[in-house]
């Protein structure tokens, strides 16, 4: 098992900025993926942007050139700097990890969430 334990959301202006953390412990396997998804109201989750244990990264279309997702593999941390946040990411961000067996997905855990809010 792996437990998640994310931080750092919050309210803030159009234009601002916030970092979200997120702590791994329990099980860590070496070969995985961390990242962060988000739910709005009324709309399914969808994918921010995530890191891979070798350092790949992928980042949603609407994210890109804003967001940054990085990690810490010594303190098993994943992070997410957000700037120039907009209204329309405002949302419930859920921090992931993806153990990863044979170049598969071999298990999935996720966050209890933490909210940002942009709105003047």
């Known amino acids: 098992q792996v437990q998640l334990v994310e931080s750092g959301g919050g309210t803030v202006q159009p234009g601002g900025s916030l970092r979200l953390s997120c702590a791994a412990s329990g099980s860590i396997f070496s070969t995985n993926a961390m990242g962060w998804y988000r739910q709005a109201p009324g709309k399914e989750r969808e994918l921010v942007a995530f890191?891979?244990?070798?350092?790949?990264?992928n980042y949603a279309d609407s994210v890109m050139g804003r967001f940054t997702v990085s990690r810490d593999n010594a303190k098993n941390t994943v992070y997410l700097q957000m700037n120039s946040l907009k209204p329309e990411d405002t949302a419930v961000y859920y921090c992931n990890y993806k153990k990863y067996t044979l170049g598969f997905v071999s298990a999935t855990y996720w966050g209890q969430g933490t909210q940002v809010t942009v709105s003047s």
């Open positions: 890191i891979t244990s070798g350092g790949r990264t």
